[in-house]
């Protein structure tokens, strides 16, 4: 017999038995040359004791790898197209570079940066700036700020630079709770009466006794009182009478409320909504659509005045923030820079850009060379679309912006540069170059944007000075 068995017999016995508390320890005789011994990690309790059975198993696992990576061609996965690919997935939907600082928009879940929906909230943003959805919350997005650090972590080239960082911090910070305002209200609509019959009904001033103080000389004739004599639809506008570009209601043209737009020769009633129907001296008429600075943020065409370059854009909208300037303060230098050039708005009216505004016909220009006293407000906004870039480009002539911006080389291609739209380069390079040799036939002396003239309410009719009575119309 083994004499090791039995030296480990009646260990092995009294580990088998009960251990008493009250027994005291006995002592072991080869305690004191005896190594002492541990058990195992819990990392190797499933590691086999064989060496070469392990050995064997993770040269299988290996060849398997190997034969795996042969079943798929060989494809390994390209950190640097990875990188660009997840840059691509987390541009901020405002400013289309990499999210900073993201936040995403309920119930859409749209993400951009926080500091971009501020900025879009404290321009009078009242939706999604993506697909216009209306929200009233917006939450910092952690699991978003998690893969944008991972990504930047591999790909730190990607990051924004330092003085971006520190205008966006200023702006927003990191966890903060946002909430967009609920939409303005929206504009009343023109009291338009239906279409039932196929007569002209009265206008205001046929009717005798009317609250306006002044009476058609050739009056409608009612249709239910006279249908014999009452005027059919398809034979025109009555005699003296027209249509008003904004109510669609029948007005009379010789009428002291009536006014008539010198861009596109529609007339206006002044009675459906007065401060719409009408069309306005040229100095402080409203562009239509263009109340604040959200509605230049929101109007595609803006965009399209500069080709698609929505940093410029961007850099324009945070300079009229700052400065405290609305669509109307630029609308009015527009209109003051351009009467001063010239030809005046003649080549504008030779592009034809007025056109077809109205859902009704205009008359014709008596005198296309005549100047131009009175506009209504669709042909404002397009006079203030018109000359939106050019004013853009005067107004950074004045030295308000900041130092980064200006110091960006222009770009060889300038305006006609087909890579503008592209962030990255939109921000690396100037594309708006005024032209060296062109001064202004009389130039406008620059004024400080907070103290130009502030905005000035259309008032009633009255206030403005009529039109010279017009020769009354034959019937057609």
């Known amino acids: ?45 499933d590691v086999p004791e064989s060496n070469s059975t392990s050995r064997k198993r993770v040269r299988e696992g290996n060849e398997k790898v190997e034969a795996d990576d042969e079943v798929d061609g060989g494809a390994k996965v390209d950190g640097g197209a990875l990188a660009d690919n997840l840059e691509e997935e987390l541009q901020c939907g405002c400013c289309s570079a990499i999210v900073y600082r993201p936040v995403v928009v309920a119930p ?17 943003g009242t939706s999604c700036p993506a697909c216009r959805t209306v929200s009233t919350s917006v939450s910092f997005s952690r699991p978003l700020q998690t893969v944008v650090d991972t990504l930047l972590r591999h790909a730190p080239g990607k990051a924004r630079s330092a003085s971006e960082r520190m ?76 249509v008003c570009g ?8 010789q009428a002291p409320t009536t006014t008539r737009c010198d861009f596109c020769q529609v007339s206006f009633c002044g009675i459906g909504i007065p401060q719409r129907c009408i069309a306005a001296p040229l100095a402080i008429q409203h562009p239509h659509g263009f109340a604040d600075l959200s509605d230049l943020i929101q109007c595609g065409e803006v965009y399209d005045c500069f080709d698609g370059n929505t940093v410029e854009v961007d850099i324009m909208l945070d300079y009229l923030s700052a400065q405290g300037l609305s669509p109307r303060h630029i609308y009015r230098e527009i209109v003051a820079y351009i009467q001063n050039q010239p030809r005046g708005f003649a080549p504008l009216i030779e592009l034809e850009i007025f056109m077809d505004l109205h859902p009704v016909m205009g008359g014709v220009d008596p005198d296309p060379s005549a100047p131009r ?18 004013w853009w480009i005067r107004e950074r002539k004045k030295g308000f912006l900041e130092e980064h911006v200006m110091a960006r080389p222009d770009c060889p291609e300038g305006s006609q540069c087909p890579r503008q ?41 009255a206030d403005f000075p009529p039109l010279p009575p017009l020769p009354a119309q034959e019937p057609p």
């Open 1 to 45: 017999m083994d004499p090791s068995v039995l030296v480990e017999a009646p260990e092995a016995n009294q580990r088998n038995q009960p251990i008493d508390p009250h027994r005291e320890p006995e002592a072991s005789s080869s305690s004191a040359t005896a190594p002492l011994k541990r058990s195992a990690s819990q990392a190797f309790q």
């Open 108 to 124: 859409c879940q749209h993400f951009f940066c926080g500091s971009c929906v501020t900025l879009w909230i404290r321009n009078g």
């Open 167 to 242: 205008q966006a911090d200023a702006i927003y910070h990191p966890g903060v709770h946002l909430r967009i305002p609920s939409p303005r209200q929206v504009s009343p609509e023109p009291n338009v009466p239906a279409a039932s019959s196929i007569y002209v009904r009265p206008c205001p001033h046929c009717l005798p006794g009317n609250q306006w103080g002044w009476r058609c000389p050739q009056p409608i004739v009612d249709p239910d009182a006279d249908p014999a004599h009452a005027w059919l639809i398809e034979e025109g506008n009555p005699p003296g009478h027209g």
């Open 246 to 253: 904004n109510c669609e209601n029948v007005l009379a043209l």
């Open 373 to 390: 006293t009175r506009i209504c407000r669709m042909c404002a906004a397009e006079v203030l679309l018109y000359g939106l870039r050019d």
């Open 421 to 461: 739209k592209d962030h990255t380069h939109a921000k690396e390079f100037n594309h708006l170059i005024a032209p060296p040799d062109a001064p202004d036939a009389a130039p406008v002396a620059p004024v400080a944007g907070p103290s130009r003239e502030p905005d000035v309410d259309i008032g009633s009719v």
